[in-house]
T-cell receptor, first 116, second 111 residues
């Protein structure tokens, strides 16, 4: 049973293309996240959704658009891909994610995106 | 924004106890301290979390002094499979935008 799953695991594409990464969690969590881990291994949050509503939108280009059809899914769509978008993207989920509540984040296996 | 500072890397022999210290001088009153472990090509995995004093689970112990300006993750009797990057985070999930993982500590365990 995979708690947080992502597809695809690897994604190689050309500059300028549009691509999507899917994430699903079967933990019944209310909050889901997208993180980007660059080549220097810095892991930085991009978006956070709570019950299908966007609650955090860090300074990322608007070419990145998260979509949450239901609280078990948070997909990441990227338009007009650039070389600098090459990284590993991790999806995560947590039970609550609201202010004043500290809980554990469960991460997916990651999607390695390579833009050529 | 509570920034954390950890050693970039540590080496240990199998069977030894490993202590990784994290500094977080401007930790806020509501902040918890959480440690994650990340193996190559995998997502981070929760290890332990605490607010003050000592917390222990089946994997590790977390020591937090009274001023909470630092914390120490203790891994008893490490094995080769404990080779990973360990991240210290300070904050609460409600301020996830401020949950920066930083560079972490790369632990290398050898025979």
């Amino acid at each position: 049973d995979t708690a947080v799953s992502q597809t695809p695991k690897y994604l190689v594409t050309q500059m300028g293309n549009d691509k999507s990464i899917k994430c699903e969690q079967n933990l019944g969590h209310d909050t889901m996240y997208w993180y980007k881990q660059d080549s220097k291994k810095f892991l930085k949050i991009m978006f956070s959704y709570n019950n299908k509503e966007l609650i955090i939108n860090e300074t990322v280009p608007n070419r990145f658009s998260p979509k949450s059809p239901d609280k078990a899914h948070l997909n990441l769509h990227i338009n007009s891909l650039e070389l600098g978008d090459s990284a590993v993207y991790f999806c995560a989920s947590s039970l609550a994610g609201l202010a004043g509540v500290t809980d554990t984040q469960y991460f997916g296996p990651g999607t390695r995106l390579t833009v050529l | 924004l509570a920034k954390t500072t950890q050693p970039i890397s540590m080496d240990s022999y199998e069977g030894q106890e490993v202590n990784i210290t994290c500094s977080h001088n401007n930790i806020a009153t509501n902040d918890y301290i959480t440690w994650y472990q990340q193996f190559p090509s995998q997502g981070p995995r929760f290890i332990i979390q605490g607010y003050k004093t000592k917390v222990t689970n089946e994997v590790a112990s977390l020591f937090i002094p009274a001023d909470r300006k630092s914390s120490t993750l203790s891994l008893p009797r490490v094995s080769l499979s404990d080779t990973a990057v360990y991240y210290c985070l300070v904050g609460d999930t409600g301020t996830a935008s401020k949950l920066t993982f930083g560079t972490g500590t790369r632990l290398q365990v050898t025979l």
